[in-house]
């Protein structure tokens, strides 16, 4: 994924399907009390008010779960299915770790994964015959979507994807209510066709900019024109979107501007593996905001080192470090750092979105900073996790906004990530179908879903600028906006 031609810029926070409790603990728990396991076990006692908290949002009809869970009979059926998923880690959907070498110090909100306590009540009630008990209804959770929807935005002729090659395809919305200024608080991507849409990018454009309304009147409003892996026009970065998040929502403490004039863009990543497809009409659901907050999101991409000095020299490199997975390696690791530059503003980092491609299995990232303090330790684990293409999610820091991890100029933010490319590896045979291979083959960083990535995009929290009426690119730079090209040396994130 590229974040295009922006490093930082604003964006929204990127949620997952799981529990709607924030409260929720990371189970990290290794002991369950005596008490904790009932000497009858039942489905409506026990088991249902897990299955609600924790999968009943996905898994009813309707959601995006591939059954329901949502009665006695459906939960007794996937039994034995849901408590081998629920044991090796693969469900709920959630691939935060908590590991000896790299544990953030901070929790993280709508954590759906389930404490040791409950994945013993589900063992001792598969094992005690999988009583039913007394009946007791059902409260279905919601299905992740966006509520009090101000606008939906969607192409006016659809894109039929084909070939045997990625395509990378923008269309250009006009918001309604362009001339005055609107603060973004939630938005939901509807994929029109999920099988291809590998993911999508808002952009958003000041629509004063002469270069803005020359790409207007060649271009058109909802009409799909490719803009290639490199071209995706931007000032700003509002929502990245990829399979298996729920929608973005935010309160009126931190939003993302939408200034007047201001021109969106979507870019979605289509991902045809061979094949001519339907026509698709993907749409954004959008959800404004009149009041004034006190802090705006951007983010910074951090990753995907092609060469050094960023990209660490590796035991597989020919001639000096190279991105390059070997063929039939089950267990292959790149690792890159990246010093930070200088930063305005106080820029905390919110939330961590990891991208890589279909074989990734692990990625992780650490700071390392210059000037540490007692609240902000000399190293510390940002994020840490496997990986699952088909479940990517964002992960936001569960503290409050002064208690976020800071980052400042000279910090070294420390990014690993780990590869199967062997057949060993399930999602194997899926990127071979796809690319017409009929073995592993060397694999290099790119744009193509055949090809890999190791990127951390972190979402930061800086103060917005004082209400004033009116807002442009020009005060979000002196609120501590840094130029996009200052950032992107900044960074050090690169792209081949």
Known sequence: M?????????VAVLGGCGGDDSESDAPMDDQVADDAVPAEVTWYRDVQPIVGAKCASCHQDGGIGPFALTSYEAGAENAARMLHEVDRGAMPPFDAQ?????????????????????????????????????????PLPAVPTLDNVSETLVPTVGWATSGDRDQFVCVLFDPMNTNQLKWLTGLQVNPDNDLVVHHAVITELDGTKPETQQLVAERGIGLPFECGEMATPADFVVHIWT?????????????????????????????????????????????????????????????????????????????????????????????????????????????????????????????????????????????????????????????????????????????????????????????????????????????????EMCLEIFGVSVNAPPRNGRISLETLKLAGTPPVAEVLKRTGTRRP
């Open 2 to 10: 590229r974040v295009p031609s922006v490093v930082f810029a604003i």
């Open 98 to 138: 908590e590991q000896a070498d790299c544990t953030p110090r901070h929790g993280w909100v709508d954590d759906p994964r389930l404490t040791e306590a409950e994945k013993a009540i589900l063992h001792a009630w598969v094992d005690g015959g999988k009583v039913a008990g007394d009946p007791v209804d059902f």
């Open 243 to 451: 399979p298996g998040n729920q929608p973005m929502e935010t309160n009126g403490e931190i939003a993302v501007p939408i200034l007047p004039n201001a021109k969106l863009v979507m870019q979605i990543h289509y991902h045809p593996a061979g094949t001519t497809h339907l026509p698709d009409k993907t749409s954004i659901d959008m959800r404004y905001s009149d009041t004034w907050p006190s802090k705006m999101y951007f983010v910074a991409a951090v990753g995907n080192a092609f060469e050094a000095p960023e990209l660490l020299a590796g035991g597989s490199d020919r001639n000096g470090p190279e991105f390059r997975i070997p063929m039939n390696d089950e267990l292959h690791a790149e690792h890159m750092r990246f010093t930070l530059g200088a930063l305005e503003n106080d820029i905390r980092l919110f939330s961590v979105n990891p991208h890589m491609h279909l074989l990734g299995t692990h990625i992780q990232a650490t700071i390392e900073r210059a000037n540490p303090t007692a609240a902000q330790p000399a190293r510390e684990c940002l994020a840490n996790g496997g990986w699952n293409f088909d479940w990517q999610r964002t992960y936001t820091y569960d503290t409050d906004l002064a208690s976020l991890p800071a980052i400042a100029e000279g910090d070294v933010i420390d990014v690993k990530c780990e590869w199967n490319n062997s057949r060993s590896n399930p999602f194997m045979e899926r990127m071979l179908a796809d690319a017409g291979l009929g073995a592993p083959i060397d694999i290099t960083l790119g744009e193509q879903t055949t090809n």
